[in-house]
């Protein structure tokens, strides 16, 4: 079976400062990966997506990860947040049938 | 653009009340989704349906029925409401099954 651990559960952090937000996965076969942001209130919006191919992956408002298949790993990072950035944070693996396994979420909180 | 649209985003009910939850999506989508989204716990698969007329459970499909008779829309009923169902629940709809997933803003519902 597939699951997701997300490795911290909240990441508070100064505004301009770098952040990684960490994502480990266990799968026996091939899987898709996602990183998904929650702002509150609000449904979850696709950050950006793994689907084969290079293992660095560039997103939306200047996210990026990396898929790193020997450690199972698909840690987010940024080089330098914004207040607006302060979200949740999903991490996500589905197979070929589609069906998407979260992690419990990381609260990811910029402060000034 | 509409995308996925919820209705109703609040509600409470009392134990014991029935009521359906509708999801409508504009995107010529084959695949729905329900889940539900509780503190800690990430979202949780309810049911899904791969296409018109059809449905299958997720992780957590006991208290819920579902129909799809129309490709734009996926239903979501609760028979006899609990406590226990007091959840966020959030539609998906995505083109294929490796797709990334497009959410809804989400329906707050309260069980008393």
């Known amino acids: 079976a597939q699951s997701v651990t997300q490795l911290d559960s909240q990441v508070p952090v100064f505004e301009e400062a770098p952040v990684e937000l960490r994502c480990n996965y266990s799968s026996s076969v091939s899987v898709y990966l996602f990183w998904y942001v929650q702002y509150p209130n609000q449904g979850l919006q696709l950050l950006l997506k793994?689907?084969?191919?290079?293992?660095l992956v560039k997103g939306i408002n200047g996210f990026e990860a990396e898929f790193n298949k020997s450690q199972t790993s698909f840690h987010l990072r940024k080089p330098s947040v914004h207040i607006s950035d302060t979200a949740e944070y999903f991490c996500?693996?589905?197979?070929?049938?589609?069906?998407?396994?979260f992690g419990q979420g990381t609260e990811l909180s910029v402060k000034p | 653009n509409a995308g996925v649209t919820q209705t109703p985003k609040f509600r409470v009910l009392k134990t014991g009340q029935s009521m359906t939850l509708l999801c409508a999506q504009d995107m010529n989508h084959e695949y729905m989704y329900w889940y539900r989204q509780d503190p800690g716990m990430g979202l949780r698969l309810i049911h899904y349906s791969v296409g018109e007329g059809t449905t299958a459970k997720g992780e957590v499909p006991d208290g819920y029925n579902v129909s799809r008779l129309k490709k734009q829309n996926f239903l979501l009923g609760l028979e006899s409401a609990a406590p226990s169902q007091t959840s966020v629940y959030f539609c998906?709809?995505?083109?294929?099954?490796?797709?990334?997933?497009?959410f809804g803003d989400g329906t707050r519902l309260s069980i008393l």
């Open positions: 793994y689907l084969s191919g290079s293992t």
């Open positions: 998906a709809s995505s083109y294929l099954s490796n797709q990334p997933q497009h």
């Open positions: 996500a693996v589905s197979n070929q049938g589609g069906k998407l396994i």
